[in-house]
């Protein structure tokens, strides 16, 4: 699955309205015209709000940036929930995106350290 950043979620049923973050692939690319990898600050925090895969599914993704016989591979969704109530869903691969291929997620996932409910 492909979908720009922001945009609406559907690609799994859930009770509440989700949006789009780091669902990368070929059509779009990195979706940044100049990639500005996340400083560590930044990706200590996009890490400790990735700790819990919900959605896990049968099969995996394979990264489309890698190359394909050393494709990093991704099963399930992280969620990030905002303060003021908004929630977004990334795959598990966008950790690795933002590590190896120097994606940004959009700065509302980061500015307001998204964390998952306890
Ligand atoms: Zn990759």
Same mark, same amino acid.
């Given at each position: 699955m492909e979908s720009l950043d #922001?945009? &609406?979620?559907?690609y799994y049923r859930f009770p509440i309205p989700m949006r789009n973050v780091g669902? #990368?692939? &070929?059509?779009?690319?990195?979706?940044?015209?100049a990639p500005q990898p996340l400083r560590e600050g930044e990706l200590a925090l996009l890490r400790q709000a990735s700790e819990r895969v919900a959605s896990l599914m049968l099969g995996t993704h394979d990264c489309d940036f890698c190359p394909r016989a050393l494709a990093a591979k991704g099963n399930g969704e992280y969620r990030y929930y905002a303060p003021e109530g908004d929630v977004y869903s990334a795959p598990v691969m966008i950790l690795h995106y933002a590590e190896e291929h120097g994606y940004r997620p959009p700065a509302v996932v980061i500015r307001y350290r998204c964390a998952s409910p306890a």
């Open positions: #922001l945009s &609406p979620y559907g669902w #990368l692939g &070929p059509e779009h690319g990195l979706q940044t015209e």
